[in-house]
């Protein structure tokens, strides 16, 4: 099991980034949150399978019809760092 946080930035928020990312990680049995950052980005803090966050990562670069992402940026989180066990919207 690895960590992540990644901070996805373009046009990424009013355009159901977050509702996409949910999905996807449920679909992939990640455990984490996403939520919108006052900036406009978006944060995705998750853990799991490196296989499983890779594949999360290829989802985040393209995002869902209506979004354009220009960057997402990437850095390692402690593992064993407090997440829920499922993943959700953090609001």
């Given amino acids: 099991m690895i960590a992540c946080r990644y901070v996805i930035s373009g046009r990424v928020q009013g355009v159901g980034f977050r509702w996409f990312v949910m ?21 995705v803090l998750v853990r799991g399978p490196e296989q499983a ?23 390692d989180v402690p593992h064993d760092m407090s997440l829920p066990k499922s993943f959700g919207i953090n609001d």
Avoid: I, M
């Fill in 23 to 43: 999905r996807e990680a449920g679909r992939l049995e990640l455990e984490g949150y996403v939520q919108n950052l006052p900036d406009g980005t978006v944060e």
């Fill in 53 to 75: 966050l890779s594949e999360l990562e290829r989802l985040l670069r393209r995002g869902p019809p209506g979004a354009r992402v220009e960057y997402v940026e990437k850095s």
